[in-house]
């Protein structure tokens, strides 16, 4: 696999990225290249073939270059992390609130709790599953 095949992959997923902006200059191009799975963007500078000089190449912002951003990847994974991690903390929390209420205040044994989320559960994942292909249309 060569350097520009390499490119044109993201390092995370490993799928092929789109190129979401282009911009041609008088010595150089430069793209913008976002992945459609994870969304981590990177720019890419593709120099012409009559470029010798570099003082246009030099010009241009470090942010440009033909390796990913690894900060933008491992924001990328940290903010995915934290969020995912949140949410399972508040789901316990929230599932420990409910069973503690329904129990001491509902008179609900646990074993009826247990019974009755169990059968809610595929209901919560198919509503779930339908929000979210809703969300992907749009």
Excluded at 27 to 55: D, E, M, Q
Excluded at 74 to 99: D, G, K, Q, Y
Aim: net charge positive; aromatic share 8%; proline share 4%.
């Amino acid at each position: 696999m060569s350097g520009s095949d390499q490119s044109e992959l993201c390092p995370h997923c490993q799928s092929r990225v789109e190129i979401s902006f282009q911009e041609f200059a008088l010595r150089i191009t430069a793209k913008i290249l976002t992945c459609p799975n994870c969304g981590i963007v990177a720019a890419v500078r593709v120099p012409s073939a009559k470029s010798k000089g570099s003082s246009l190449v030099w010009s241009i912002p470090n942010l440009v270059g033909t390796m990913w951003r690894k900060s933008t990847m491992i924001e990328t994974l940290n903010a995915r992390f934290r969020r995912v991690f949140v949410s399972l903390i508040v789901a316990v929390l929230v599932a420990a609130v409910l069973r503690h209420v329904l129990h001491v205040y509902g008179w609900i044994p646990r074993e009826d709790i247990r019974t009755g989320a169990l059968i809610a559960l595929p209901f919560a994942i198919s509503f779930y599953l339908a929000v979210s292909a809703i969300k992907r249309r749009h």
